[in-house]
């Protein structure tokens, strides 16, 4: 698997000709990498390239146990196992070969229904792909900077320790997408032993609070970060709720801190419902395209300004 460097495949082709449409990226991360392994300058060249490129950042952040593995891989699932016949509103590309772009392992998995292990901590996984509409010109690029739960909660504080710098530098790979409005996907997930709507447990204070200090040290430590970037909150395992209720309603009773950020930013935040679908232990029964077929269609109006279907096609599809 390539590894950080220049040249190779990833190489611009900058000196001595023009760069060619298969040679994208002077430095490149594909697939997963331990962080400690990799040079910090390194890391920030690569995302400083992409950006260049301008590739979107999409960043999933969520603590341990949220659902974000499994986010990831209903978002590939959507993007390359979808029945296009059906659903052919939109196409996916890979921006490098297959088992190069960082998509493989989740592929592979979804093949044998397994689900996919979670990012292991100081593990970083970035994954470029393409989406254009069939009814729009302009197609958008999109990285997914995947981290785990456990470095995640060095930034709201839950995990002091940094011996290993790791926390450090997702500050500085953060800090980097100063320079394309990146996108964080806030994933907050129902307390699966919910009862009863309106009960507030301490699963419902403690995410509550970890993702309102995550948001705080990113208004704190970079100001300018925090209002150029785009916030949509993800209430995941939504299909647990034992009664149906609109997703601001959720937030609002269960995760009020969330809502209040959510509810006086409406500019910068956006609010979704997600259901991944049927996984029982380690087996994919199914996974349900109606959530990331929604997060796509949203992600494409946030970075075009335009649906991805004409609206002809709202209104008779």
């Not at 292990?117 to 470029?128: F, G, K, L, Q």
């Not at 209720?245 to 006086?264: G, V």
Request: with cysteine; charged share 25%; aromatic share 8%.
């Amino acid at each position: 698997m390539p590894t950080v460097g220049q040249g190779g495949a990833g190489s611009t082709g900058t000196q001595g000709g023009n760069a060619t449409p298969q040679r994208v990226f002077k430095y490149k991360i594909v697939g997963n990498h331990l962080l400690d392994k990799l040079n910090e300058s390194d890391i920030l060249k690569d995302i400083a390239a992409r950006i260049q490129h301008g590739r979107r950042l999409i960043i999933p952040i969520g603590l341990p146990q949220a659902g974000k593995s499994m986010f990831i891989a209903s978002l590939i699932a959507y993007a390359f196992r979808r029945d296009v016949k059906e659903d052919n509103s939109c196409n996916f590309a890979h921006v490098f070969p297959r088992e190069h772009s960082g998509v493989k392992n989740i592929t592979d998995a979804l093949d044998k229904n397994d689900v996919l292990p979670s990012t292991r901590p100081n593990e970083i996984t970035i994954i470029d792909l393409d989406m254009k509409s069939r009814y729009r010109k302009r197609p958008i690029k999109i990285t997914l900077i995947d981290l785990s739960g456990e470095d995640i909660e060095r930034l709201t504080g839950k995990r002091a320790d940094d011996s290993d710098g790791t926390g450090a530098k997702i500050e500085k790979i953060l800090a980097a997408c100063i320079a394309r409005k990146a996108i964080f996907a806030i994933l907050t997930p129902v307390d699966a032993n919910m009862t009863e709507i309106g009960e507030v447990s301490e699963f419902d204070i403690n995410e509550d609070s970890e993702m309102r200090m995550f948001i705080n040290n990113i208004q704190t430590n970079n100001p300018q970060l925090y209002h150029l970037t785009k916030f949509l909150m993800v209430v995941t395992k939504w299909d647990t709720l034992p009664k149906r209720i609109d997703t601001a309603t959720y937030l609002k009773l269960h995760r009020n801190q969330l809502y209040n950020e959510y509810s006086s930013n409406s500019k910068s935040y956006g609010l979704i419902p997600y259901s991944v679908g049927n996984v029982v232990s380690n087996t994919i029964i199914n996974i349900i395209l109606r959530s990331p077929k929604n997060f796509w269609y949203t992600l494409y109006r946030w970075c075009t300004g335009k649906h991805v279907l004409p609206w002809w096609k709202r209104i008779f599809s």
